[in-house]
Protein backbone atom coordinates (compact mmCIF):
# COMPACT_ATOMS: atom_id res chain seq x y z
CA UNK A 1 0.00 0.00 0.00
CA UNK A 2 1.46 3.61 -0.49
CA UNK A 3 1.68 5.86 2.29
CA UNK A 4 0.08 9.34 2.70
CA UNK A 5 3.39 10.72 1.46
CA UNK A 6 3.39 8.76 -1.54
CA UNK A 7 0.36 9.56 -2.70
CA UNK A 8 1.22 13.26 -1.78
CA UNK A 9 4.55 13.32 -4.14
CA UNK A 10 2.66 11.44 -6.91
CA UNK A 11 -0.37 13.98 -6.92
CA UNK A 12 2.47 16.68 -6.68
CA UNK A 13 3.81 15.57 -10.13
CA UNK A 14 3.01 17.43 -12.93
CA UNK A 15 1.44 14.49 -14.75
CA UNK A 16 -2.28 14.81 -15.90
CA UNK A 17 -4.48 13.24 -13.96
CA UNK A 18 -4.97 10.22 -16.77
CA UNK A 19 -1.12 9.61 -15.79
CA UNK A 20 -1.27 10.07 -12.52
CA UNK A 21 -4.15 7.25 -12.15
CA UNK A 22 -1.88 5.19 -14.45
CA UNK A 23 0.81 5.40 -11.76
CA UNK A 24 -1.14 5.21 -8.80
CA UNK A 25 -2.48 1.40 -10.57
CA UNK A 26 1.51 0.91 -11.21
CA UNK A 27 2.54 1.42 -8.25
CA UNK A 28 -0.06 -0.63 -5.79
CA UNK A 29 0.49 -3.05 -8.48
CA UNK A 30 4.11 -3.20 -7.60
CA UNK A 31 3.36 -2.87 -3.74
CA UNK A 32 1.47 -5.87 -4.02
CA UNK A 33 3.64 -8.07 -5.86
CA UNK A 34 6.68 -6.80 -3.28
CA UNK A 35 4.52 -8.05 -0.85
CA UNK A 36 3.78 -11.54 -2.51
CA UNK A 37 7.57 -11.88 -2.66
CA UNK A 38 8.16 -10.67 0.44
CA UNK A 39 10.76 -8.43 -0.12
CA UNK A 40 11.15 -5.04 -2.14
CA UNK A 41 14.09 -6.59 -4.73
CA UNK A 42 14.89 -9.05 -7.06
CA UNK A 43 12.76 -10.08 -9.63
CA UNK A 44 9.15 -10.94 -10.01
CA UNK A 45 7.03 -13.22 -8.18
CA UNK A 46 6.42 -16.87 -10.23
CA UNK A 47 2.94 -16.78 -11.41
CA UNK A 48 1.90 -19.64 -9.00
CA UNK A 49 3.52 -17.69 -5.92
CA UNK A 50 0.79 -14.40 -7.36
CA UNK A 51 -2.13 -16.94 -7.52
CA UNK A 52 -1.35 -18.92 -3.80
CA UNK A 53 -1.46 -15.32 -2.72
CA UNK A 54 -4.44 -14.31 -4.43
CA UNK A 55 -6.20 -17.30 -3.65
CA UNK A 56 -5.44 -16.65 0.17
CA UNK A 57 -7.23 -13.25 -0.06
CA UNK A 58 -10.97 -13.71 0.49
CA UNK A 59 -12.07 -10.96 -1.55
CA UNK A 60 -10.27 -12.92 -4.69
CA UNK A 61 -11.00 -16.45 -3.38
CA UNK A 62 -14.87 -15.58 -3.59
CA UNK A 63 -15.12 -14.12 -7.27
CA UNK A 64 -13.38 -16.57 -9.52
CA UNK A 65 -14.33 -14.07 -12.17
CA UNK A 66 -12.15 -11.38 -10.28
CA UNK A 67 -9.79 -13.95 -9.54
CA UNK A 68 -9.05 -14.70 -13.10
CA UNK A 69 -9.53 -10.83 -13.90
CA UNK A 70 -6.74 -9.89 -10.98
CA UNK A 71 -4.38 -12.08 -12.00
CA UNK A 72 -4.18 -11.30 -15.95
CA UNK A 73 -3.94 -7.57 -14.35
CA UNK A 74 -1.01 -8.62 -11.98
CA UNK A 75 0.79 -10.11 -15.25
CA UNK A 76 0.44 -7.33 -17.06
CA UNK A 77 1.68 -5.09 -13.99
CA UNK A 78 4.24 -7.33 -13.61
CA UNK A 79 5.35 -7.20 -17.50
CA UNK A 80 5.16 -3.32 -17.72
CA UNK A 81 7.55 -3.39 -14.52
CA UNK A 82 9.86 -5.76 -16.10
CA UNK A 83 9.93 -3.12 -18.96
CA UNK A 84 10.66 0.00 -16.78
CA UNK A 85 13.22 -1.95 -14.93
CA UNK A 86 15.13 -3.01 -17.69
CA UNK A 87 15.29 0.44 -19.21
CA UNK A 88 16.67 1.75 -15.57
CA UNK A 89 19.05 -1.25 -15.26
CA UNK A 90 17.33 -2.24 -12.23
CA UNK A 91 14.92 -5.42 -10.98
CA UNK A 92 11.20 -4.96 -11.12
CA UNK A 93 10.79 -5.21 -7.60
CA UNK A 94 13.68 -2.83 -6.65
CA UNK A 95 11.56 -0.11 -8.31
CA UNK A 96 10.13 2.67 -6.39
CA UNK A 97 7.68 5.48 -7.05
CA UNK A 98 10.38 7.77 -7.77
CA UNK A 99 11.40 5.37 -10.17
CA UNK A 100 7.75 5.14 -11.72
CA UNK A 101 7.04 8.69 -11.79
CA UNK A 102 10.69 9.26 -13.14
CA UNK A 103 9.30 6.86 -16.06
CA UNK A 104 5.82 8.03 -16.53
CA UNK A 105 7.65 11.64 -17.20
CA UNK A 106 9.52 10.92 -19.37
CA UNK A 107 6.66 9.00 -21.38
CA UNK A 108 4.19 11.90 -20.98
CA UNK A 109 7.26 14.26 -22.86
CA UNK A 110 7.82 11.58 -25.46
CA UNK A 111 4.12 11.61 -26.25
CA UNK A 112 3.57 15.92 -26.44
CA UNK A 113 7.39 16.55 -27.81
CA UNK A 114 6.89 17.17 -31.57
CA UNK A 115 8.60 14.94 -33.72
CA UNK A 116 12.21 15.68 -34.73
CA UNK A 117 12.18 17.78 -38.18
CA UNK A 118 13.90 15.94 -40.85
CA UNK A 119 17.39 17.88 -41.88
CA UNK A 120 17.02 20.33 -45.02
CA UNK A 121 19.80 19.21 -46.98
CA UNK A 122 21.80 21.87 -48.38
CA UNK A 123 21.17 23.99 -51.61
CA UNK A 124 22.69 23.02 -55.00
Do not use: C, K, Y
Not at 25 to 32: D, E, Q
Not at 90 to 96: F, H, I, N, V, W
Request: glycine fraction near 8%; charge should be negative.
Amino acid sequence: MLSPDELQELEASLLPTLERHHLRLLAHGLRTLQAIAGHPSGGLPAAGAIEAWALQQPVIREDARFAQAFLGQMERVGQQLEAIAAAAGREPLALDLPDLIHWASQEADRRVRPPAAPPVPPPG
